[in-house]
T-cell receptor, first 116, second 113 residues
Framework: EAGVAQSPRYKIIEKRQSVAFWCNPI?????LYWYQQILGQGPKLLIQ????????DSQLPKDRFSAERLKGVDSTLKIQPAKLEDSAVYLC??????????????FGPGTRLLVL | GDSVTQMEGPVTLSEEAFLTINCTYT??????LFWYVQYPGEGLQLLLK?????DKGSNKGFEATYRKETTSFHLEKGSVQVSDSAVYFC????????????FGSGTRLLVRP
């Protein structure tokens, strides 16, 4: 069974530029998560989708970050314009669903972003 | 709100030594508890999990027991290998938070030959 796929693996941009990350979850997984992991810290949730609807985006900086999950499968996370403090690893995860017994999340390899 | 606290690293051990990484949590509901491992340059891999009190999760020689009375989920391994060198994250999820994962800050383990 294929795991969670993410691209690109690495990205270097200058501040005020825009960037987009792509994620394809495990087949059949209804719930998709984007996390931000700053160096030396644990990941923090940015946004959670259930199929193509948003469940939780309370920690997403909506003035610069946006995300969508068209057709309830793959997802794109965008930053525009980027700031220096956005340098981090962006992790995508998926699970069967947001219910007990289905909540285990599986992670992709991440996209490492450096903003100069 | 819910939170997870892990012991700070780095933890440096010799090969075949006994490992304990402490993890305690605060939660209003009845969370599921997880340990994830992150190798250099990679994403998070699920190591083990436990979904209710007194459950023991185990995988690859690692184990952790869900202790509700002490709100703890300590990770243990009887004999570590150099290949176990990585960062270990304790995490919880519960229904009240739509099952998002709340992570500790991670503990780096370095095993010397």
């Amino acid at each position: 069974e294929a795991g969670v796929a993410q691209s690109p693996r690495y990205k270097i941009i200058e501040k005020r530029q825009s960037v987009a990350f792509w994620c394809n979850p495990i087949s059949g997984h209804a719930t998709l998560y984007w996390y931000q992991q700053i160096l030396g810290q644990g990941p923090k949730l940015l946004i959670q989708f259930q199929n193509n609807g948003v469940v939780d985006d309370s920690q997403l900086p909506k003035d610069r970050f946006s995300a969508e999950r068209l057709k309830g499968v793959d997802s794109t996370l965008k930053i525009q314009p980027a700031k220096l403090e956005d340098s981090a690893v962006y992790l995508c995860a998926s699970s069967l669903g947001p219910t007990s017994g289905q909540e285990t999340q599986y992670f992709g390899p991440g996209t490492r972003l450096l903003v100069l | 709100g819910d939170s997870v606290t892990q012991m700070e690293g780095p933890v440096t051990l010799s090969e075949e030594a006994f490992l304990t990484i402490n993890c305690t949590y605060t939660a209003t509901g009845y969370p599921s508890l997880f340990w994830y491992v992150q190798y250099p340059g990679e994403g998070l891999q699920l190591l083990l999990k436990a979904t209710k009190a007194d459950d023991k999760g185990s995988n690859k020689g690692f184990e952790a027991t869900y202790r509700k009375e002490t709100t703890s989920f300590h990770l243990e391994k009887g004999s570590v290998q150099v290949s176990d060198s990585a960062v270990y994250f304790c995490a919880l999820s519960d229904r009240g938070s739509s099952y998002k994962l709340i992570f500790g800050s991670g503990t780096r383990l370095l095993v010397r030959p």
